[in-house]
């Protein structure tokens, strides 16, 4: 799903969970934690080696859909993987990432 301020009102914690992400379609490794306490809190995901980290952009209520869009977008500038999921190609001599693709094969 595209994280946009329409649906991210629609959002609401699953029964029985304390936390939950959702992750946006277009930009890998961007998403929206939902915590018990109704705080809602963006983050943007990536992984170095085997290890997975998590950085906290802002609040729902600081930063807009937008906004942190282009904050994670700068992270993963940074990082060196700025490539999203909808990517068709990867560019020549790189390696796909295989985490971030669709899946070709539904079951």
């Not at 029985?16 to 705080?39: C, H, M, Y």
């Not at 700025?82 to 390696?95: E, N, Q």
Request: aromatic share 6%; net charge positive; proline share 5%.
């Amino acid at each position: 799903m595209k994280l946009t301020q329409k649906a991210i009102a629609a959002l609401t914690l699953p029964e029985g969970k304390t936390e939950a992400i959702v992750f946006d379609q277009d930009l890998a490794g961007f998403g929206l934690r939902l915590r018990t306490g109704g705080s809602k809190t963006w983050i943007f995901q990536y992984k170095i080696g085997s290890q997975h980290r998590r950085v906290t952009l802002g609040s729902l209520s600081a930063l807009t859909p937008a906004r942190a869009r282009e904050t994670a977008a700068t992270c993963a500038q940074r990082l060196g993987w700025a490539r999203t999921r909808r990517a068709k190609r990867p560019k020549a001599g790189r390696a796909r990432l295989r985490r971030w693709a669709p899946s070709r094969n539904p079951i």
